[in-house]
């Protein structure tokens, strides 16, 4: 299985490693492994993880927590008092060891610290009044992501993700209704 990064932060790519949120959700994350491949896919993140138990449970305090406060801001609402904390404490950790050389940016750190970036990235979006948070307009989908584009007219979290499946089920349906 292969994630998605499109929700443009890391912190609302990884609240979306669960999908289909409100009906039969689907947790992409099932081991501590699929963190550490996770994170090593993220772009933002060091290279290469390891995650134990605890480590895995916390990343997964760390994502319901960001979910919680983005659906917040989605609907207008004020933060949640526990994620907040859970987020906060998370952004208090040392965040990853960056170093510059001609191969490029490289990223360094251990658990705390990848999710410490998370919390931070997450933060940062969450923090800004200019930030235009969506949810995805498939309603299976329920990913959260910052539209950046001009004018906020983005209505899905990624064309191959949603905007195409909406688009063919769409078709399909009218391929249907004209043959009956
Ligand atoms: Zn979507």
Same mark, same amino acid.
């Given at each position: 299985? +292969?994630?998605?990064f #499109?929700? @443009? +932060?890391p912190?609302?790519d990884l609240?979306?490693? #669960?999908?289909? *949120?409100?009906?039969? &959700? ?5 081991? &501590?492994?699929?963190l550490e491949r996770w994170v090593a896919e993220c772009d933002e993140l060091p290279d290469r993880v390891t995650a134990?138990?605890?480590g895995?449970?916390?990343a997964? $305090?760390?994502?319901? $927590? %960001? ?5 917040? *801001? #989605?609907? @207008?609402? &004020? ?7 859970? #987020? +906060? +404490?998370?952004?208090?950790e040392p965040p990853p060891a960056i170093e510059l050389s001609?191969a490029g940016l490289h990223t360094s750190g251990d658990l705390p610290a990848v999710l410490s970036q998370i919390a931070r990235s997450? %933060?940062?979006?969450?923090?800004? &009044? ?13 990913? %959260? ?12 979290? @990624?064309?191959?993700?949603? @905007? ?9 349906? *009218? ?6």
């Open positions: 299985m +292969n994630f998605a #499109v929700s @443009g +932060n912190a609302l609240a979306a490693t #669960v999908g289909s *949120r409100r009906d039969t &959700p689907d947790d992409a994350l099932a081991t &501590p492994s699929d134990d138990a605890a895995f449970e916390s997964l $305090a760390l994502r319901e $927590a %960001i979910y919680q406060l983005a659906l917040d *801001r #989605v609907l @207008g609402r &004020p933060f949640d008092q526990d994620s907040l904390e859970v #987020v +906060n +404490n998370a952004a208090a001609d997450g %933060i940062a979006a969450l923090a800004d &009044p200019q930030a235009c948070l969506k949810e995805c307009g498939r309603a299976d989908c329920t990913r %959260i992501y910052l539209d950046r584009s001009r004018g906020a007219r983005r209505t899905w979290c @990624g064309m191959e993700e949603c @905007g195409n499946r909406v688009k063919a089920a769409a078709y399909r349906a *009218r391929k249907r209704a004209s043959s009956t």
